[in-house]
């Protein structure tokens, strides 16, 4: 049951996210809604991937998502003759105490921005598998834990592109969502080269949360309810695409966990304190799409994985939910209300 200090919490997280929004969108123009699902990943304490091709912003994005918050950020670039070492840390024998001493590595952070992921090898790529799930880190036997909050936002070309690894589907599984930021819109192309074209505005851009902020909202999003039908909902999503004939893999049961976080963490920045279909509608693609893989059969007929999603979305009747103790009807089987709100809440 929702207390009166929880929704004091909701107001808080989405004042607190409506500035992080507002800061990043001066760096990214025209792409309000992957920077939405940026803070949408965050504050469901997932880890964000993004593929796309080069010179469209993904590294300015991570930057810029990073440097808004007052946290410890490092940036690791990725190259096939980075050790798994560089990132996780070393063990380095002391001469003067007779000890090992543990140097940390670069995934010791906060936040922690991949660059180009998938130009490394893929036993170095292995080395974030254990930091993304367990937010731990084992060397010689010791384990140590990592800050709080912890997220990676790792960016990738696409893997045709030369001198790419694919990332296996055990790394790819472990992250929550991925985005493809595109190209701008004429008008927003004509915006950076006013902003950008004589200096970075990553330069000015200060921070406008605090760490410890960030904490208090991801524990004010796991206050969020999500109905019984809701959670059905997405179950049943998930277990479509496992045995959709289009597919060889398909989603695994941290899939949906990573689903319904990111639904109530959406859920929260709507300034709602209940999830809704709708919340599981709109990131099932972002959610789902990148763990898939297509049968030989669908990449020959060009279906993606995104296109098999969102015929599973047509496909999977839409429970009727009810608000808590509002009596705002939602949604009717078979349907989609996405964008619809209840009276009296907000959006991001």
Known sequence: MTTYEDRASLTD?????????????????????????????????????????????????????????????????????????????????????????????????????????????PKTQSALLESMEERQVTIDGHSYELPDPFMVVATQNPVEMEGTYPLPEAQRDRFMARVSIGYPSAEAELQMLDVHGSLSPLDDLQPVAHAHDIVKLIEAVRTVHVADPVRRY???????????????????????????????????????????????????????????????????????AEQVVLDILQRTPVPATQAPGSGYPRNVPGTSTYGQQPPGTRRL
């Open 13 to 121: 997280l989405t004042t607190t996210a409506e500035r992080v929004r507002r800061s990043v969108e001066g760096v990214i123009e025209g792409k309000p809604e992957v920077v939405r699902l940026s803070l949408t990943v965050l504050l469901a304490e997932g880890h964000l991937l993004i593929e796309d091709v080069p010179g469209v912003g993904k590294t300015m994005l991570a930057k810029a998502l990073a440097r808004s918050i007052d946290c410890s950020v490092r940036r690791i670039q990725f190259t096939p003759d980075l050790l798994p070492s560089d990132i996780t840390g070393v063990s380095i024998f002391d001469q003067q105490q007779r000890e090992f001493e543990f140097k940390p590595g670069a995934i010791f952070a906060q936040i922690v921005i991949g660059d180009e992921i998938n130009r490394a090898s």
């Open 234 to 304: 997405a179950v049943d999503l998930v277990a479509a695409t496992r045995t959709h004939p289009d597919l060889r893999l398909g989603a695994s049961p941290r899939a949906t966990l990573h689903l319904l976080r990111a639904a109530k963490a959406s859920a929260a920045l709507s300034g709602r304190e209940y999830a809704l279909p709708d919340d599981v509608q709109a990131l099932a693609i972002a959610v789902l799409a990148h763990r898939l893989l297509p049968t030989a059969q669908a990449q020959l007929n060009r279906r993606t």
